[in-house]
């Protein structure tokens, strides 16, 4: 969060996908975090909503895209 702290104080919205699990707890003011999954149309549809719904006609500051992918195998180059 460190990286981000700069932007914060200037940013008039800030949106960025999932970056917390439910357990934790961040408030920052002007940071939005919203969850998307991008192979799933109605997710796509309710983040475009939910971002329209934040910035208004302000427009989007930053977007910040935070995206990985997981497995139980170990990564070997194979």
Same mark, same amino acid.
């Given at each position: 969060?460190?990286?981000l702290e700069p932007l ?6 800030? $949106?960025?996908?999932? +970056?917390?699990?439910?357990t934790q707890v961040l408030? %920052?003011p002007n940071l939005h %975090?919203?969850? +998307?999954? $991008?192979?799933?149309?109605?997710? %796509? ?5 939910? $971002? !329209? @719904?934040? $910035?208004? @006609? =302000? ?11 997981? !497995?139980? =195998?170990? +990564?070997?180059?194979?």
């Amino acid at each position: 969060w460190s990286a981000l702290e700069p932007l914060l104080p200037s940013a008039l919205s800030t $949106v960025v996908p999932h +970056l917390l699990s439910s357990t934790q707890v961040l408030y %920052i003011p002007n940071l939005h %975090i919203i969850q +998307l999954e $991008v192979v799933n149309e109605d997710s %796509i549809a309710n983040a475009v909503n939910q $971002v !329209s @719904e934040i $910035v208004g @006609e =302000k427009g989007l500051d930053i977007l910040i895209n935070n995206a990985g992918i997981g !497995s139980d =195998k170990p +990564l070997n180059g194979d």
